[in-house]
């Protein structure tokens, strides 16, 4: 299949069900409280452009924040793993138990201890709690499989341990991290806006905020714009992250060939 | 003449319990091409590990009389860092010795003309046969200009011919800079016909069970891997070999 057509059939296939939709709602009069028709959403979109795109810039500042803080804090608690072994056997039980409480759970403490006038601190912590496993889980693994007989070479010409972890055990968990940073980045935008929702009518001014105070007003177009914009948010931080993701292994790692190579 | 590298009474038993090798004595000359010849699994890639400092001996002492040489080492695999260059791969060793860039690269690129892959230096690893990358592998090793080049079947996994030709590069190399080579094979005839000595070793764990001496006078060459005395040595050799496993 030529390029082309790869991008045209899933747009093609999105304006033939925008089309349908919009028919239908017509067609049956379906209420807008209960199925706004396209037309109607983009019209809400429009009515609320500013308040909408503010609203997205403050769930795009917290997401960014929260895998900034994974990736440091993440990163740098597998390095440590990597350089101690008795580091690693004391703590990961415990990132493992952060992991598997559902984040949601423990959202209203951490609304509690930090306050809500001060919420968006309180959104980047709930974001970096949950984007904060994979990211330490993969580069961890990526650390320990480096190449031994590599370890070996850098040994025997008496490269510091510094030295072997900065040229040779970062480079090698490179495409692990990647990876992880994909799921992470997802996950950071799934916790703002988990937090949000848990904060309710709160000091929130991010999208999920929007979502929840169109539902309460009943004007479902807005709500589904604001729906809109969370997917379009996470489609750009997935995309962004494949594009960093290509532009640092396409050279050397397996996973970048091109099939037909 | 005293040795360049000197075993006296080695051997290495892991913490699991399992002997790899030893008790064996071996003595190393200066510009002797020695070939560990045993069958899998019978210790001799340990034994390069201790000589290398990569692995203590469990007991024994490893000297080097003179003075530790400059060790070369070359793995089975390529073992190349998949990200860097074929340029980047082969001047690591004298990055980490701190070498200046400029100078380092360098003397990165004549190893690798003396490999024989100039116009390769920007290649990556992916993109170079298996052949090629063992030549990147060999010219890292010579990059920090070794006395000692340590090899570890290095041509195991390559097709007959490239093992020929990277065979008798090895040879040219070896004579160009009087090299001193400790080459782990377990093919009679590789070591026949690179060595000037084979050490053949017996089953786990590895003690040496017989010693050729290989002198011939002439450089070897394809036409000596079909004559007369290499047959007569290399029977010479596998039945050494075969005695070893008895």
Not at chain 1, 5 to 22: C, H, K, N, Q, S
Not at chain 1, 115 to 143: D, K, Q
Request: with cysteine; proline share 5%; net charge neutral.
């Amino acid at each position: 299949m030529n390029t082309a057509l790869r991008y045209a059939t899933p747009v093609l296939l999105g304006i033939v069900v925008l089309a349908l939709w919009e028919f239908t709602v017509d067609h049956f009069g379906i209420p807008p409280y209960v199925l706004p028709a396209p037309s109607a959403i983009a019209a809400a979109f429009a009515d609320n452009f500013s308040s909408l795109m503010a609203s997205l810039w403050t769930t795009l500042r917290v997401t960014l924040e929260a895998m900034v803080a994974a990736f440091v804090g993440a990163t740098a608690l597998a390095v440590l793993f990597s350089l101690s072994k008795a580091i690693e056997n004391a703590l990961y039980p415990y990132a493992v138990v952060l992991q598997v409480t559902p984040v949601i759970a423990i959202t209203p403490l951490i609304l509690l201890w930090v306050g809500f006038e001060r919420i968006n601190i309180a959104l980047v912590i709930i974001g970096f709690i949950v984007a904060f496993f994979p990211i330490l889980s993969n580069t961890t693994i990526g650390l320990r499989s480096t190449d031994h007989n590599l370890i070996d070479l850098f040994r025997l010409y008496g490269a510091s341990r510094w030295q072997i972890l900065w040229k040779l055990q970062l480079p090698s968990s490179l495409p692990y991290l990647l990876g992880a940073m994909k799921i992470s980045g997802g996950l950071a935008l799934v916790g703002a806006v988990v937090g949000e929702f848990t904060a309710g009518s709160g000091t929130a001014t991010g999208l999920a905020w929007r979502i929840t105070e169109a539902g309460n007003r009943l004007e479902i177009a807005k709500m589904f714009a604001a729906l809109a914009l969370l997917a379009a948010l996470g489609i750009a931080i997935f995309s962004l992250l494949t594009l960093l993701e290509w532009a640092l292994l396409h050279r050397w790692h397996e996973s970048a060939l091109k099939k037909d190579q | 003449m005293t040795a360049l590298v000197s075993l006296v009474r080695i051997a290495k038993t892991f913490e699991n319990g399992t002997q790899a090798f030893g008790p064996l004595d071996l003595a190393v000359d200066a510009g002797q091409f020695v070939s560990l010849l045993g069958p899998s699994g019978c210790g001799k890639s340990t034994v390069l590990r201790v000589i290398a400092g990569l692995l203590a001996p469990s007991a024994g002492t490893v000297s080097f009389p003179q003075s530790r040489p400059e060790i070369g080492f070359v793995f089975q695999e390529p073992t190349l860092m998949p990200w860097r260059s074929a340029l980047d791969n082969v001047r690591l060793p004298l990055e980490l010795k701190g070498v200046a860039r400029a100078d380092a690269e360098m003397r990165a690129r004549e190893a690798i003309l003396r490999v024989g892959l100039q116009g390769f230096e920007a290649a990556f690893p992916r993109e170079l046969s298996g052949g090629m990358k063992m030549r990147v592998s060999i010219a890292r090793a010579l990059a920090a200009k070794p006395k000692l080049l340590l090899m570890d079947e290095p041509f195991a996994a390559l097709d007959e011919p490239t093992r020929q030709a990277l065979n008798d590069d090895l040879l040219k190399l070896w004579r160009e800079d009087g090299l001193t080579v400790i080459f782990v094979t377990h093919s009679v005839f590789e070591s026949t016909y690179l060595s000037t000595r084979v050490v053949v070793m017996t089953p786990r764990p590895g003690r040496i069970a017989a010693e050729i001496s290989l002198d011939f006078p002439h450089a070897r060459s394809e036409a000596f891997r079909l004559s007369p005395e290499f047959s007569k040595a290399a029977a010479e050799v596998s039945a050494a070999l075969r005695g070893a496993h008895a």
